[in-house]
Nanobody, 124 residues
Framework: QVQLVESGGGLVQAGGSLRLSCAAS????????MGWFRQAPGQEREFVAG????????DYVDSVKGRFTISRDNAKNTVYLQMNSLKPEDTAVYYC?????????????????WGQGTQVTVSS
């Protein structure tokens, strides 16, 4: 069982930066592949970024490549999402997710555990 708690969301102007954090409970955090998803009002929850347990495999949705960076610190049971050059279309609730499989996947149903989400709002 893994419990996830996101933090770091907020209101930022276009072009600004935010860093989201996701703190995980449990001693087996390092065994989980981690992902960040986001959901804008009226839209489906979409994959944003994922990272394997070792950090050796990383994937991003095309719309954030070059702007967002996912990383993890297994000693701190925490995964991060550094978001730079933010755009109004990045506005959404951002969710942290964990899956017990080794592969970084983009499908929501493949993730077993979810956080409560943190709001990110980018003003133009």
């Amino acid at each position: 069982q893994v419990q996830l708690v996101e933090s770091g969301g907020g209101l930022v102007q276009a072009g600004g930066s935010l860093r989201l954090s996701c703190a995980a409970s449990g001693r087996t955090f390092s065994r989980y592949t981690m992902g960040w998803f986001r959901q804008a009002p009226g839209q489906e929850r979409e994959f944003v970024a994922g990272i394997s347990w070792s950090g050796s495999t990383i994937d991003y949705v095309d719309s954030v490549k070059g702007r967002f960076t996912i990383s993890r610190d297994n000693a701190k049971n925490t995964v991060y999402l550094q978001m730079n050059s933010l755009k109004p279309e990045d506005t959404a609730v951002y969710y942290c997710a964990a899956r017990s499989g080794m592969a970084v996947v983009t499908t929501r149903r493949e993730y077993n555990y979810w956080g409560q989400g943190t709001q990110v709002t980018v003003s133009s």
